[in-house]
């Protein structure tokens, strides 16, 4: 009887395993996986749903309340359907309200935009010194409380005693030595924008300054190659950097003009006759002042809407121009990969 033997391989050839590598991954672990996201974000969206959420449904109902101080002293609530909202959209003092909001927005976003841009690439071209000293100024500007800060301006334009009125009288104009800047429409409006720019200003311009530091100087001693000026270098290599942060500055800054209460209010409560007041102003003389909560529910919401409505195309370049950095971003990941 004889016995087979097999020879076994050489140890060099022995197919090893790699360390760390296993079966498929058990089920549970993707699943964990999966849902790790959603219950991290439980807190935050139960913490909205409570200080967001709530608030916004009670607003709601009370716009459906025939809600004055009668109900309120008698503990009765009296359900009056559409009547508040179509009372307000048929009101002609509702629309114009509406308008001059949009108005005082569009002009204020493209103030603060035009000037937080032009100090942010002031910023880029100082020194490091300058810089600092700039950047103190606008952080300092921006950390002020709202109601300080109009404090400071009700201060600096008042009728008597007013700084700017003493400063006009100094260099020749008399006729400003007792201006009343708060008297007439036009001039209020004048003292709230400069207060809503010089507050919101800081904000574009340190995003843009710092959206300035991640251009490569390769490209603009490329440009400067090239033959290009100093308007050609900022539009062909300067601006395309920007446009993001532009956008999405202009996107915040129409959110917050658009809903700005205490400084409109803070300054001359929307008057003088309610010339100034703009929509949040608007709901709250007509809720609180006028003691109609019904109606002053209705117009917040409809305000909203309204906001919804002027951002809904804005919002949908923003999120195409988002899509088109991602399809441009794994189109030049795909090339590189080919390439290797």
Known sequence: MSVQTHEAPPLDKVPVRPTG???PPARGGRKAKGTLPYLLLLPALGLTAVLLGWPLLTNGM???QNLNMTQLIQHVTEWNGFTNYTDTLTSETFWRVTLRSVIFTVVNVVLIIVSGTLIGLLLARLGSKMRLLLSVGLVLAWAMPIIAATTVYQWL????FGVVNWVLAEVGFDSMADYNWTGSQLSTF???SLLIVWTSVPFVAINLYAATTTIAKEL????ALDGAGPWQS???VTFPFLKPFLMVATFLEVIWI???FPHVFAINEGGPDRLTETLPVYAFVEGVGNQHYGAGAAISVLTILILLALMSYYLRLVLRQEGADETETGETGENKGKKA
């Open 21 to 23: 590598e296993g079966g």
């Open 62 to 64: 009370l716009s459906f």
């Open 157 to 160: 334009f008042a009728q008597r």
């Open 190 to 192: 004048f003292v709230i």
């Open 220 to 223: 603009y001693e490329a440009a």
């Open 234 to 236: 900022f539009k062909s």
């Open 258 to 260: 658009f809903k700005a």
